[in-house]
């Protein structure tokens, strides 16, 4: 059973920056993608950043954080980060990483909430205007 950990949650001001990472607790024999999904108080968890986890590591981002969000992998540690820019108060949430263990073959990586197969318990990030 694979044990997703994220951490690094806090309050930040905005136009701030702010790092979060995920790291699987077990070991990973299968890892094909690794994403970000938000979820804010009241409304539906959704998709922020994902990466594929083999070769040159593609990536894609929601448009409400392109340009400002950037995901990468540690490949030896089983870990993804998500390095958040110039955050903004609507970026306030829960932030869940989660992994896909199942085969993916597509070139770019899976955004939908279904396509993964085990998340993590969220950490959370603030952003005060």
């Known amino acids: 059973q694979v044990q997703l950990v994220e951490s690094g949650g806090a309050m930040v001001q905005a136009g701030g920056s702010l790092r979060v990472s995920c790291a699987a607790s077990?070991?990973?024999?299968?890892?094909?993608?690794m994403g970000w999904f938000l979820q804010a108080p009241g409304k539906e968890r959704e998709f922020v950043a994902a990466i594929n986890w083999s070769g040159g590591g593609s990536t894609t981002y929601a448009d409400s954080v392109k340009g400002r969000f950037t995901i990468s992998r540690d490949y030896f540690k089983n870990a993804v980060y998500l390095e958040m820019n110039n955050l903004k108060t609507e970026d306030t949430a829960d932030y869940y990483c989660?992994?896909?263990?199942?085969?993916?073959?597509?070139?770019?990586?899976?955004?939908?909430?279904?396509?993964?197969?085990?998340w993590g318990r969220g950490t959370l990030v603030t952003v005060s205007s």
């Open positions: 077990r070991g990973i024999f299968s890892m094909y993608a």
């Open positions: 989660a992994a896909r263990t199942r085969i993916w073959r597509d070139s770019n990586p899976p955004r939908a909430l279904d396509e993964y197969d085990y």
